[in-house]
């Protein structure tokens, strides 16, 4: 296949070309008030992007009403003038949001490509209230919304539709100084009336990528790239207790600094950090043998950090994560009582350098420090003492990264982690790469890395994994194939997030996608695929699988979806016996699953999904439902139940395991049911685009019940078991997350936080079979409470140095 999809890429396929249009920026002489109105006469002067075309419902139709759009600039950044006309002015989408999210609001932007190489874009786009939603968009076409940059923009709604001005300053994005360049742009506009998105430059939802598909911005004479100097200070108050313990207060400050090196290159530190803000984790706990992954929320490690994702070899909570020795048996060490255990290690600093030279040679290097971790403890006399669970360690990744010709690409990069007190060193070197014919049809990508782990004494262990993927991206019918090799030694977890290794697996996707209506169908989403997995070492069956996928949105905009799996045959487990060169051996089986999705343009609805799983010939069941009200009772509050639920009926898994008088293992399953029910629910409040309220609480109980024991066979079989001491236990995970919020100016905001969790895990042959039984002695549970009022003040050298306030949106933008 990857010698077909070779040929392909040398073949000159036409049917997805097209022009691009162009737009010449006009030269701004003068100072213009960004204020949505448009009334400077330079205005009149600027060339016109018009004749909008719809990305969505009707693909490649013309808008359905007029948009136009004019761009100027200066030494200072670009302007853009849009002027969106409304055929039903009384039904303009007005939900207020908070930063970074539309909601049900019309709005406008744009995405700007400087490099013009399809591979990277920003975006600034502002909705008919006035909030601003920025964004980065990656080679995925993946939309990073935690960056955040500071420009200016306004709004005006009015009789025959509404209009915007936007002021981007050239430090807000990142390029390199030409004398003439040529910039990768496209211009959006939604209605939500309509459900619709339309775009200046035709975007083909049959080719994959939709930066590709941008328009040109052309007249930038001699723009250079400005120093980019800024620094956001905080300080912040704390203070938090844990029961009827007294409150501990304390306060932390530090730094965010930004520092563009050269015109195309920035360093962003961050120096004593304090996250007390993000929001808490959705906590799980997990029968499984893998570790559970959790979703990076703070700032520092999600802004401005996609060139790092390539290989897939950085996972950032590594990094401040819980301590090695964080469940230490103590008592080994003569702890009669522990009087403190940090959850987390401290990070001292962070540093991240980044950015893309004219021929598109993209450069990162990622390094972070956290310091030495200690638990006190007590010993039986009263002494207390330290006992170090993590040691100083040092975190660094760097990568290279050229742009190709037809949005393609290759990297190489290289992590390590560094632990002096223990002496070990782990690396992973790696290329990820894709290429593409001219007209983005066909790909062919991959990943190839090598992990090392160098220890004081013992030799290293070296593994390596090895992934290929072609296909056709384009079209109404796509398809590829893929190999995965990662070797029983591979190992990138000390900086990187992996599962489970030793895999031989290949597999192949068919997908069919309808585009362009037809009757009630207004488009479908089709795909089939078949997986094989093998063990790597020895090189032995693991499990085949077949499945499906729809999703399909009807005219009324209710959206509908559903997917099934089977393993036709028996499956060989290596990784839930716990212990290496067992195996666990499961019969066939299959599951299916089904959802559905109304107009979100409604004030109430409710999403749906319902799924079920069997085995053949067996006992063993599953079913699981999701209800998910949304309730947005006006423009300014909306409102989010969950409540999912999770009921597994004779599930077979492990329990624990032993060595016998001959030191061979004896491995214990049972046979459990597992219940799991998660609650929660967010309400956000927006007072206006600069200040808004956000509570959420979540509620997670799982409850797991043995009622028999077997032995593990060499097999993979299950006999019964003697055993029969008492496993039943019971997690409770509950989190109230509350947050004030006022952007008092760009880049600047006053957070005021409160946060409660608790966490119970009850070991008991007799437990809470009741929800409202169980939550009621939940809340007999010591909580922890914290409280954090948080200051950040955003700094920027081109203001101050020109003794110049901040430039704060206009007073006049509507907001009502």
């Known amino acids: 296949m990857i010698i077909i999809l070779l040929a392909g890429l040398l073949l000159p396929v036409s049917g997805f ?29 600027a060339e016109t992007a018009g004749n909008f075309v719809q990305v969505r419902p009707y693909n490649g139709k013309p808008g359905s009403a007029s948009t136009i759009v004019k761009v100027l600039y200066d030494n200072k950044g670009l302007y853009i003038g849009a002027i969106m006309t409304e055929n039903k002015p009384d039904s303009l989408g007005l939900e207020l949001t908070r930063r970074d999210d539309t909601g049900m609001a019309d709005h406008f932007g744009l995405k700007i490509d400087p490099y013009n190489d399809g591979l990277n874009s920003f975006g600034f786009f502002v909705t008919t209230r006035g909030v601003q939603l920025d964004f980065k968009t990656n080679k995925d076409g993946e939309e990073d919304e935690t960056w955040d940059a500071v420009w200016r923009s306004s709004v005006q709604v009015n009789d025959s539709g509404w209009a915007v001005e936007f002021m981007i300053p050239y430090s807000a994005i990142r390029f390199s100084k030409q004398q003439n360049p040529v910039w990768g742009v496209n211009f959006y506009r939604s209605i939500q009336r309509l459900r619709e998105l339309d775009s200046w430059n035709y975007i083909d939802l049959k080719v994959k990528s939709e930066l590709s598909q941008a328009g040109e911005l052309t007249g930038l004479i001699n723009v250079k790239p400005p120093l980019r100097l800024s620094a956001t200070p905080y300080l912040s108050g704390n203070a938090e207790n844990h029961g009827n313990e007294s409150w501990n207060t304390f306060a932390n400050y530090g730094l965010d600094l930004k520092c563009g090196l ?39 490690f999600t802004e401005g950090t996609e060139l790092f994702s390539k290989g897939n070899v950085f996972y950032s909570r590594r990094i401040g994560a819980q301590p090695s020795g964080y469940s230490s048996k103590y008592s080994d060490q003569g702890a009669a009582e522990v009087i403190s255990n940090p959850e987390s290690t401290q990070l001292i600093n962070a540093a991240k350098l980044s950015g893309k030279t ?56 290289n992590t390590s982690v560094y632990q002096p007190e223990k002496g070990t060193n782990a690396n992973v070197s790696g290329t990820d790469f894709r290429l593409r014919n001219g007209t983005n049809r066909y790909e062919l990508g991959g990943i190839v890395n090598v992990s090392q782990h160098y220890g004081p004494k013992s030799s290293p262990a070296i593994g390596h994994k090895i992934f290929l993927q072609t296909g056709q991206v384009a079209g109404s019918w796509k398809y590829n194939g893929w190999l995965n090799i990662e070797s029983d ?197 927006v007072f206006s685009r600069s200040t808004s309220l956000s509570f959420r609480l979540r509620h997670y109980w799982l409850r797991v019940n043995y009622f028999e024991f077997y032995d593990l066979q060499v097999d993979g079989s299950l006999i019964p078991s003697s055993y029969n001491e008492n496993h039943n236990f019971s997690i409770n995970a509950f989190n109230i997350d509350m947050v004030f919020k006022w952007d008092f100016a760009p880049g600047s905001e ?58 704060h949106q206009d007073s006049r933008q509507r907001i009502d």
């Open 17 to 45: 070309a097209q022009e691009k249009k162009k737009l010449e920026a006009f030269r701004l002489d003068q100072q213009i008030a960004i204020d949505g109105t448009l009334d400077e006469a330079i205005w009149q002067q």
């Open 262 to 300: 050269s015109e195309s290159f920035t360093l962003d530190m961050t120096l004593i950090p304090d996250f007390g803000q993000v929001e808490s984790d959705n906590r799980i706990f997990s029968l499984s043998p893998f570790e559970t992954f959790y979703e990076e929320k703070r700032p520092f």
């Open 358 to 413: 004219s021929g598109g040679l993209g450069v990162g290097v990622f390094n972070a420090m956290t310091a030495n971790t200690y638990a006190t403890i007590k010993d039986s006399t009263g002494q207390k003492r330290d006992i170090l669970t993590e040691p100083f360690t040092n975190f660094n990744m760097f990568i290279v990264d050229q742009s190709l010709k037809n949005n393609s690409y290759i990297s190489v990069y």
């Open 489 to 685: 030694t591979y190992d990138p977890n000390d900086m990187g997030f992996l599962m489970n290794n030793n895999e031989f697996s290949t597999g192949i996707n068919v997908r069919y996608n309808i585009y362009e209506p037809t009757g009630t169908i207004l488009k479908m989403y089709n795909s089939a695929y078949a997986s094989l997995s093998y063990l790597y070492n020895p090189r032995k069956f693991s499990l085949f699988e077949i499945g499906g996928n729809n999703v399909t949105t009807f005219t009324n905009n209710l959206t509908i979806g559903g997917n099934f799996e089977v393993k036709p045959f028996k499956t060989n487990d290596y990784f839930e016996a716990r212990v290496p060169g067992r195996v666990f051996s499961e019969p066939a089986n299959f599951h299916v699953n089904a959802w559905s999705s109304p107009d979100y343009r409604k004030k109430f609805l409710v999403d749906l999904t319902l799924g079920v799983w069997t085995m053949f010939g067996d006992n063993r069941t599953s079913w699981w439902t999701e209800i998910y009200p949304r309730i947005r009772l006006n423009n300014h509050l909306l409102i989010r139940p969950r409540l999912e639920m999770d009921f597994n009926s004779n599930n077979r898994g492990y329990v624990t395991d032993s060595l016998n008088a001959d030191l061979e293992h004896v491995i214990i399953f049972g046979r459990r049911d597992v219940k799991n029910i998660t609650t929660s629910i967010s309400a956000d409040y």
């Open 750 to 807: 006053l957070l005021l936080v409160w946060k409660n969790a608790v966490y119970e895990n009850t070991q008991s042959p007799e437990l809470k079979d009741k929800y409202f039984d169980n939550l009621h002695n939940l809340f007999l549970s010591p909580a922890h409470n914290s409280f954090v009022i948080k200051l950040l003040y955003y700094i920027d050298w081109q203001y101050f140095k020109k003794n110049k306030p901040l430039p």
